[in-house]
């Protein structure tokens, strides 16, 4: 982690203390059985993603944690999309097929959780996600990173098919917190960010996807 300077800010407080309470979608109490068969040659599994980006079985909790096969992983989150399928629609809001499988997915925050920053080296910083390693990767955009006061949370550009916005772990969202400043008066929320040597305005531009994601 870098040095953090000055007293930490009160959204860095937050971001200790925020205990991963969200839920993306609601619709608990649904009935299914892992790998049921609703129609011939058709198998069903449910999956949950918790706010470290772990896997796990689909219940309201992310265990048994699924095995951290990257293969697997690189599978399933590179067909995410939003489940359309008419089936657990308001309770697993994501889905990702593999020939006749369907695999529903729902999630603590979002479906796609950034835990690594690759090494740096001759091409552009990508951020890394769910354990996919470079194969589930995006270019790392400092001024799009969107720090949410009203859960002390990081968030990130995350591709489109998977809701277009990405949470940052919260081991590496203390690690870019570091970089972050504060105008003067506004404590709360940082306006800038530095980045290798340049000075970055905070865009702010993914609220809006956010907030339209966030259920009422």
């Known amino acids: 982690m870098w040095a953090m300077s000055g007293a930490l800010r009160p959204w860095v407080l937050i971001l200790a203390r925020s205990p991963g309470a969200r839920t993306y979608a609601g619709g608990g109490g649904v009935s299914y059985t ?11 599994y449910f999956y949950y ?9 689909g219940g309201s909790r992310p265990f048994p944690l699924l095995p951290t096969d990257p293969q697997f992983l690189v599978m399933f989150f590179s067909r995410l999309r939003p489940n359309r399928s008419g089936r657990y629609e308001a309770s697993f809001p994501f889905l990702s097929l593999c020939g006749r499988e369907r695999n529903f997915l729902r999630c603590e925050d979002r479906p796609v959780v950034f835990t690594h920053l ?11 996600y769910c354990g996919g390693g470079e ?10 990173l969107l720090p ?3 859960n002390g949370r990081l968030y990130h550009p995350a591709p ?11 081991a590496l969202a203390f690690e870019l ?35 339209a994601a966030t259920p009422p």
Request: with cysteine; proline share 11%; hydrophobic share 40%.
């Open 118 to 128: 690759l090494a740096a080296g001759p091409a552009p910083q990508r951020l890394s």
């Open 34 to 44: 892992q790998g049921q068969s609703p129609e011939p040659r058709t198998r069903e």
């Open 160 to 170: 489109e098919r998977a809701g277009g916005v990405g949470l940052v772990r919260s």
């Open 49 to 57: 993603v918790d706010h470290q980006g772990q896997v796990g079985g």
């Open 135 to 144: 194969a589930l990767a995006v270019p790392f955009e400092p001024a799009r």
């Open 148 to 150: 949410l006061a009203t």
């Open 177 to 211: 917190s570091a970089c972050f400043e504060y105008a003067p008066g506004a404590p709360e929320l940082p306006s800038h960010v530095r980045w290798q040597g340049r000075r970055f305005a905070l865009t702010m531009d993914l609220a809006p996807l956010l907030l």
